[in-house]
């Protein structure tokens, strides 16, 4: 176990330009690396200092504090890209103004605004899969998905989907035939992306919201397909 | 920067490990820093690139956010290490300073008026062109990543003009002018050789100023 956490730590290093030392590695598990970052100790008490001094300072108001909480906690998620996605299934006019102009038709619904500015709809099909990453940082389409889960921003989601994207889906339990082409969508600049999930077969006499519960998040960002045995997506 | 954030191609990160119910925040002060970080409204992504490579990879995702929020702070000299220690403000307010308001939260989940794209130059790329990423190495921020560099692509579709996002090491912009943005695709073999399916691709947004004619 050890032995693994040195390697990484040694391949990270490298990668980074910095000359490895069994020192330094060591240094490194240790925590000893700290002096020249100011990392929380104690992340509670030093984020309640920072908000009161913040706020002494004018810089921020708490009432304003609780509503950015509220609205990114409550207001949008992986619903409201749902619904887009349910529509799509059930209005095939909807669906061709959704891939051809994707921001304005998630709008009709009355969805977008930050980190949604221009959004780009991508089909799943029978022949062709599409997973969306960033792997500079954490892209995300905040108005249809919310924030991201922990794994998308994780160093191995980010590293391994642009080299290896059928062996990410497969730790997602989706394994995909050789012969199906997949996209993989890297998040570098304006560009937000969804993908739209094929509709599970079994479904044709199900109504628009029925279909929207089976929707989840994973199948959103290209990480799973849509079933009808699913509980739908994660709040 | 070639920094440990930009990790796509990168191997050995472990298997990728979703968590079952996750909720958007995992603790408390997790809201409060998201919810500080987006209403001091002035921290750029370089710094969370200069945490140093060992601390990238142990801090999660919001403790980069809280580092990088502190020293945004400090250097835009809205706060000094001693108040931010301390939670005690020396200073007193910062005059002038656009305060976030309960309505600018609520704005940010708003589609935006449709507005014309700005003008800008002729897209010097074409739909079905053959490209090349430009080999750069810049010390400062950059959204072209590492694995991209030298590689030829073909423009996919050309999108509205942005500025370039790229950053000096001061944070000031490299160049402030609109550019057309364009949708580059990537065999998966001309970035990874044979081992890569050849059915697979990868599509990257990327600004002109990235590319040049193969």
């Known amino acids: 176990m050890s032995t693994t956490r040195r390697e990484l730590l040694t391949v990270a290093l490298t990668a980074a330009g910095a000359a490895v030392t069994p020192d330094l590695v060591h240094a490194v598990e240790l925590g000893l690396d700290h002096d020249h970052q100011a990392i929380p100790s104690d992340p509670t008490l030093r984020v309640k200092a920072l908000e009161s001094l913040l706020v002494a300072k004018g810089i921020v108001n708490r009432a304003n504090l609780d509503a950015l909480v509220d609205t990114y906690e409550h207001k949008v998620g992986p619903r409201n890209g749902a619904r887009v996605v349910a529509h799509a299934w059930v209005d095939q006019a909807y669906k061709q103004r959704l891939l051809a102009h994707s921001t304005s038709a998630i709008a009709e619904l009355g969805y977008g605004g930050a980190e949604g500015g221009v959004m780009l709809v991508v089909e799943n099909t029978a022949h062709v899969h599409n997973l969306v990453v960033c792997t500079l940082c954490s892209c995300y389409p905040w108005p249809v998905l919310g924030l991201p889960p922990v794994w998308y921003k994780s160093a191995a989601y980010r590293s391994r989907s642009v080299i290896d994207p059928r062996g990410v889906l497969r730790e997602f339990g989706l394994k995909l035939a050789d012969d199906v082409t997949v996209r993989v969508w890297d998040s570098t600049a304006q560009v937000r992306y969804l993908v739209l999930p094929e509709r599970p077969r079994g479904t044709e006499n199900m109504s628009e919201s029925d279909l929207a519960a089976l929707v989840t998040r994973d199948a959103m960002v290209g990480v799973a397909k849509v079933t009808v045995a699913q509980e739908g997506a994660h709040a | ?214």
Request: glycine share 6%; no cysteine.
């Open chain 2, 1 to 214: 920067m070639n920094g440990i954030h930009d990790m796509g191609g990168m191997q050995n990160m472990g298997p990728v490990r979703p968590e079952k119910n996750e909720p958007v925040f995992h603790a408390e002060w997790e809201r409060r820093v998201f919810a500080l970080d987006m209403a001091v409204d002035e921290t750029n992504r370089y710094e969370i690139e200069l945490i140093p490579p060992a601390d990238y990879l142990r801090m999660s995702y919001y403790e980069k956010w809280l580092t990088s929020l502190i020293e945004t702070l400090k250097k835009a000299g809205l706060a000094t290490s001693a108040e931010i220690e301390s939670g005690k403000a020396v200073g007193g307010i910062v005059p002038g300073r656009h305060i976030y308001s309960v309505a600018d939260a609520l704005a940010l989940i708003v589609p935006p008026p449709e507005t014309k794209a700005p003008i800008a130059a002729a897209p010097r790329f074409h739909a079905g062109e053959r490209v090349r990423a430009r080999n750069i190495n810049p010390v400062g921020h950059t959204r072209l990543p590492r694995y991209l560099r030298a590689k030829l692509g073909t423009i996919e579709r050309t999108w509205e003009v942005e500025s370039l996002w790229d950053r000096d090491t001061e944070g000031r912009p490299v160049d402030n002018t609109p550019q057309p943005v364009y949708s580059v695709r990537f065999d998966a073999r001309e970035l990874w050789g044979e081992q890569a399916n050849p059915r697979d691709s990868v599509y990257v947004d990327m600004w002109e100023a990235y590319l040049e004619p193969s």
